[in-house]
């Protein structure tokens, strides 16, 4: 039997610890050893209060108790994304995780609502959305298993202390065999022939070897980028944002969905958890400076600050490959787009997901390299129009950011999505991205896209038939929901924490 192989993770924060426990929980140890390098001096950046239901993928595959995690990490559930004023001021959407009206009927529902509009009708897209209604009356419980129940027609996912859910993956990890070094690297060997990583000097004068490394390094991306000199594709013409100031605040109502509100220069997050809520104003320096933004979310805030805000400087874009050599990068060392869509946690847990199934034995198969930055290319490419969407559809005319995004010009890709869903209120579909059609709908239909016409399949009910069907659906939605516990007893009952008065340090992330 050949020798395991000896991974290097450079860096803990979500990224290093998601990426330990994934591979000590999924590779057997004959096949792998992991070691993790990181130093309590160097501070994390953090990705992310808010998640997607993917992790709960992830949490499965690895096996974590969800209830324990939730504990551990002060968690609230989520449904979805309300989006404030983004497309004109005064303008009110959210995104839902789960479908628009009946189970197994998303790929025709939307047309139906559109006939139905142009019928008289005055309910809006997500007046069908069984997450959408539950979260706008702070209502939860766990998904139906059945997959024709009503209950199943959506799912959720977490806000969660990013650095406590970094902490709790530690332990895992280290319970299952991860191999923690603390120390500072102070030089990368690198093979003089094959330009491969050999080892990380540290500064205490040991030297960690292995076979792959993952850099998990942060914005630094010491391994990806500065080492082996991996370029940098700057997305910033279409997410001209670069600055996010983030604070938390006392605990205020714990609904069940993120707030992203538009400012004069950007946006605004509001994130529930059960000890605080998170607040933060992503911002571009283009239209606003750095001490207005500040100044700007403190006086937005609804409950009393806990803590001094803080800056984080970033560039919205991503490394030309995610994998060169021996080394593969993973979160922010890989690229980053701003949190409008609570993505980043998504993004580490698909390029950790693509590892485990692509994992190279000593020496790396190019095709393997190959086929795992074509996937990652996929995923940040369509993420990156999902997102650039929102500021695209627009309609504001009140300050100069929104003007700019609104007339600014978008990669043909989103051009295209868009053109075909204002003909004729097509959705693509594809297999290898986050975001499935009910995400793109709530955004087109959200923000003010309402499509020239709907498909002929719409038309096989009478007129007066069809209205009368998505009111009787509508009215059983609400009477599910209000069925339902109001979601912070539902969280005492199923995960509720021990709560500290005071945030720790770990509590301000992005």
Not at 62 to 74: F, N, S
Not at 77 to 88: S, Y
Not at 240 to 255: F, N
Request: glycine share 8%; charged share 25%; with cysteine.
């Amino acid at each position: 039997m050949s020798e395991p192989l000896d991974i290097v993770i450079l860096g803990g924060g979500t990224a290093g610890w998601m990426a330990a426990t994934a591979l000590v929980s999924l590779i057997p140890p004959t096949r792998c050893r992991v070691r993790l390098v990181e130093s309590e001096e160097i501070g994390i950046v953090g990705v992310g209060e808010a998640t997607f239901p993917e992790i709960r993928n992830f949490n499965d595959a690895v096996g974590i108790d969800e209830a324990e995690m939730m504990r551990a990490t002060k968690a609230a559930f989520k449904l979805g994304i309300q989006f404030v004023d983004w497309g004109f001021k005064g303008s009110n959407y959210i995104h839902p995780f789960g479908v628009h009206g009946p189970v197994g009927m998303d790929h025709i529902f939307h047309h139906r609502w559109l006939r139905a509009r142009g019928l008289g009708s005055k309910r809006e897209i997500q007046d069908y959305s069984f997450a959408a209604l539950a979260a706008r009356d702070c209502r939860f419980q766990l998904p139906e298993t059945r997959s024709t129940a009503l209950e199943s027609a959506y799912t959720y996912a977490y806000h969660f202390d990013a650095g406590l859910y970094a902490v709790y993956l530690r332990v895992l990890a280290e319970q299952r065999g991860v191999v923690r070094t603390e120390g500072k690297v102070r030089d990368v060997i690198q093979d003089p022939e094959t330009g491969n990583i050999r080892s990380l000097l540290l500064e205490s004068g040991e030297a960690i070897s292995g076979d792959l490394f993952i850099d998990c390094s942060g914005f630094r991306s010491l391994l990806l980028g500065k080492t082996l000199g991996v370029g940098w594709e700057d997305w910033s013409k279409w997410l001209p944002c670069d600055r996010a100031v983030a604070v938390p605040s006392e605990r205020d109502e714990l609904s069940p969905y993120t707030r992203s509100t538009a400012m004069e220069a950007g946006w605004r997050w509001r994130i529930p958890l059960q000890h605080r809520t998170g607040n933060g104003y992503v911002f571009s320096t283009g239209f606003i400076d750095e001490d207005e933004a500040a100044a700007s979310l403190m006086r937005s805030l609804e409950t009393k600050a806990l803590a001094e805000p803080r800056m984080l400087k970033f560039q919205a874009g991503r490394r030309l490959v995610n994998w060169e050599k021996n080394c593969v990068a993973v979160g922010l060392a890989g690229g980053f787009l701003e949190p409008l869509e609570s993505t980043s946690i998504y993004l580490i847990q698909v390029a950790i997901m693509q590892l485990v199934l692509l994992l190279p034995g000593k020496i790396v198969d190019p095709r393997l390299r190959d086929e795992f930055n074509r996937l990652i290319d996929l995923q940040y490419k369509r993420i990156r129009d999902f997102l650039i969407l929102h500021y695209k559809l627009n309609r504001r005319d009140d300050a100069e950011i929104w003007r700019y995004a609104a007339a600014m010009d978008v990669p043909e890709s989103l051009t295209r999505k868009i053109e075909l869903f204002r003909h004729s209120a097509i959705i693509e579909r594809y297999r290898d991205g986050l975001f499935p059609p009910t995400s793109w709908l709530s955004v087109f239909i959200g923000q003010g896209l309402i499509p020239e016409r709907y498909s002929p399949l719409a038309d096989t009910m009478p007129g007066d038939s069809l209205v009368s069907h998505l009111d009787a659906f509508h009215t059983d939605l609400v009477d599910r929901v209000e069925e339902m516990r109001r979601h912070d007893r539902f969280i005492d009952l199923y995960c509720g924490a021990e709560l500290s008065a005071a945030p720790s340090a770990t509590e301000m992330r992005l």
